[in-house]
């Protein structure tokens, strides 16, 4: 089986300062990642996957994770965070088993403060 | 636009009445979703679709009904729902049930609120 575990609920920033959203998964077998992002009343978008090969992904919104095997982690960064990027964020797994199910964690909501 | 369309966007029902929600993509998905949001709960997987025929039923009460007439569309048809029933329902699509890389496309959901 696997899971997801985002372990802040809520983050809270200034605008203009850095921010990591934190993620863990656990699976038995070889994962694919996502970083999903929900903004008010809208469904959800995807930001960035990890597949294979390079273990830092860049994605869309000037984002981006670094896969951890060791760790099993797949932290979200930005370096400078806007006003805008103030929404939900899902952390994903999917395994390469039989049963390729998208699994998500709870959600992260980052505020993003004048 | 995400590729996947769904209608209505804001639903308001009484607990009587019958009503269906629409998913339409036109990605040459062949796996379509169900999702339920709730308030401070994790996303719930209702309804799982490959190939137009349903593989996966979470334990859904029988007041939600799938349909999935081709690859492209995807409908929940609700009756007799109860006020908990209130959530943000979410479709989505993937390439297929085997094929995980490519995530799932998400649409904008339906906002269901029930009187």
Redesign the interface.
């Known amino acids: 089986a696997q899971s997801v575990t985002q372990l802040d609920s809520q983050v809270p920033v200034f605008e203009e300062a850095p921010v990591e959203l934190r993620c863990n998964y656990s699976s038995s077998v070889s994962v694919y990642l996502f970083w999903y992002v929900q903004y008010p009343n809208q469904g959800l978008q995807l930001l960035l996957k990890y597949l294979s090969g390079s273990t830092l992904v860049k994605g869309i919104n000037g984002f981006e994770a670094e896969f951890n095997k060791s760790q099993t982690s797949f932290h979200l960064r930005k370096p400078s965070v806007h006003i805008s990027d103030t929404a939900e964020y899902f952390c994903a797994v999917i395994s390469s088993g039989s049963a390729r199910q998208l699994t998500f964690g709870s959600g992260t909501q980052l505020t993003v403060l004048p | 636009e995400?590729g996947?369309t769904?209608t209505p966007r804001h639903l308001v029902m009484g607990m009587t009445n019958k009503k269906s929600l629409k998913c339409e993509q036109h990605l040459g998905h062949n796996a379509m979703y169900w999702y339920k949001q709730s308030a401070k709960?994790?996303?719930e997987?209702m309804f799982?679709y490959n190939f137009k025929e349903q593989t996966?039923n979470n334990s859904v009460p029988s007041r939600f009904s799938p349909e999935c007439p081709n690859s492209s569309h995807l409908f929940l048809h609700l009756h007799t729902l109860q006020p908990e029933d209130s959530a943000l329902y979410?479709c989505?699509s993937?390439q297929d049930?085997?094929?995980?890389?490519g995530?799932?496309?998400?649409?904008?959901?339906t906002?269901l609120t029930v009187v």
């Open positions: 995400t996947v769904q709960k994790p996303l997987l799982v996966e979410l989505a993937s049930r085997e094929t995980g890389g995530g799932y496309t998400f649409g904008s959901g906002r």
